[in-house]
């Protein structure tokens, strides 16, 4: 065993300061292990990025949350945390070819509901246990198909296909094709095997003060000493504990260490012994995640609305957030970003004249997050056979090292809910072998 008599000395170093990291170091730090959370950027809470722009706070991460999801809705009882959501359509666009239809959006629902139903009828057969995700043994005979050919079995009439395409756009955030079917199951297995309920839960309640009323809340709740502007550079790991460097080559002792990188970022952490294959090979891999969420402000007053085009063009959803007598602010989502730059305010124009000429884009604002070295990725959606060949491998702890992050979760991956969960894992686990070790150097005393 090396001996780091140098280093400073903590029971547990966690990496990263998102939902994962902090519901970690909340965990261990109130169960009395002295924990130094290490986070690269200047801000807390990773992907959850709250900011007060086009005069209002905007989520330029994750936005929504729903009862649904049990750990996250924990949480907003545990801190009382206001929930809303933002002001319901009273119109509804959609295409048919290059033609707009308008209607409302029940009849945008009734629309898509064969599709859905049909896409979506054997949930409940591949996922019966959505928070056991590996429960069905042959699981990988259906994880090997893309959504898109499974929506193409459908054969869907051209106004049905472009809707379901691009409201599934909205959920994937990413190129059909390259996104597992088997998401579109976990997520409605999480909502029981109900589409409608799917659609609510992932896009509908927020957090009336900001997601980083959240963040702030589990951070504060902690005796951590969490560590801003402080990247990890390598990690050294062995039988008794890890070594890790970070900022401008400091290093920590621990006992354990939690890493909670994205997927797509893991592995461009110097890490020795290196992580396993079933680590490296999603994370070089990638997730299929890789499009846009875009904050529009138009001219106003207009009334409410919801938008759906089709999953080729540079923005495949829109609706309104906000709406004033003089503004609204819209969110957009598109499948990739290299076809729209977010914060180019004539490029958001000329994407939304797709259903509408008449609106005046004010100002626009976004963050690219697959050009953000922290995390390459927007919300987790897996490529196809990632599931089954990488689940188990990307939770398993290795020597002194554990995992979390919402990307590896087992109900709602991808989501805050999924961050919380991970973190409330390794923090159990954690506990628990910092216990054992405890007692066993107590018993050889
Ligand atoms: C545009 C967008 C929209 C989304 N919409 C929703 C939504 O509506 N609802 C929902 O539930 N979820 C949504 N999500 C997903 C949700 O935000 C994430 O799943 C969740 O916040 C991830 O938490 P995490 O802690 O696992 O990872 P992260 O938040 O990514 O935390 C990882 C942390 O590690 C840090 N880090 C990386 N490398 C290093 C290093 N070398 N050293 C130190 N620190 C490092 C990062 O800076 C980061 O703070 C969205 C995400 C995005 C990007």
């Keep these: 065993m090396t001996e780091h008599f140098d280093a400073e000395q903590a029971d547990v170093v966690v990496i990263g300061a998102g939902l994962a990291g902090l519901t970690t170091a909340r965990e261990l730090s109130n169960r009395g ?4 959370v290490l986070e690269a950027r200047e801000r807390l809470g990773g992907r959850v990025y709250t900011e007060q722009r086009l005069g209002q706070t905007l989520e330029l991460g994750g936005n929504w949350l729903h009862w649904t999801q049990p750990h996250v809705w924990a949480e907003v009882t545990r801190y009382g945390l206001e929930v809303s959501r933002g002001p319901r359509s009273e119109e509804t666009y959609w295409l048919a ?7 409302n959006l029940d009849n945008f629902m009734k629309l898509i509901d064969p599709g859905m139903t049909r896409l979506l009828e054997d949930t409940v057969k591949w996922l019966p246990r959505p928070d056991a995700p590996l429960t069905v043994e042959n699981l990988a005979e259906v994880d090997r198909y893309n959504l898109q050919e499974m929506l193409d079995k459908l054969d869907l009439s051209e106004d049905e296909r472009n809707a379901n395409e691009a409201a599934w756009v909205g959920h994937f955030n990413a190129p059909l ?27 509908i309640y927020r957090l009336k003060n900001g997601n980083d009323g959240l963040v702030n809340a589990i951070a504060q709740d902690s005796t951590a000493d969490i560590r801003l502007n402080s990247p990890v550079t390598s990690v050294r790991h062995d039988a008794a504990g890890a070594t890790v460097s970070y900022g401008d080559g400091q290093e920590i002792r621990a006992r354990k260490v939690v890493i909670t990188l994205p997927q797509n970022v893991l592995h461009k952490l ?11 090979a999603p994370s070089r891999e990638k997730t299929a995640s890789q499009g846009v969420k875009a904050w529009i402000r138009v001219k106003g007053p207009i009334k409410p609305f919801f938008a759906y085009s089709a999953q080729d063009k540079p923005l495949s959803v829109i609706r309104t957030e906000f709406v004033s007598d003089t503004d609204a602010v819209l969110v957009g989502f598109g499948a990739d970003a290299n076809r729209i730059d977010v914060t180019n305010p004539e490029q958001v124009q000329e994407a939304i004249k797709v259903w509408r000429d008449d609106l005046e884009v004010l100002e626009v604002t976004g963050h690219k997050w697959g050009e953000d070295e922290y995390a390459e990725e927007t919300w987790q959606i897996q490529r196809p056979g990632q599931l089954t060949k990488y689940h188990a491998a990307q939770q398993a702890s290795e020597g002194a090292l554990h995992f979390a992050s919402s990307d590896t979760a087992n109900i709602w991956a991808g989501f805050f809910d999924g961050a919380i969960e991970s973190g409330l894992r390794a923090g159990r686990l954690v506990h628990s072998e910092l216990q054992s070790d405890a007692e066993l150097q107590s018993a050889a005393s």
């Design 97 to 103: 070819g290059d033609e707009v239809r308008r209607g």
């Design 270 to 280: 110097d890490v020795e012994p290196a992580l396993s294959e079933g680590k490296l």
């Design 177 to 203: 094709d390259q996104c597992a079917y088997v998401n579109a199951l976990r997520w409605t297995a999480g909502s029981s095997g109900h589409w409608h309920l799917m659609h609510e839960a992932s896009a």
């Design 33 to 36: 292990h002295k924990v130094v």
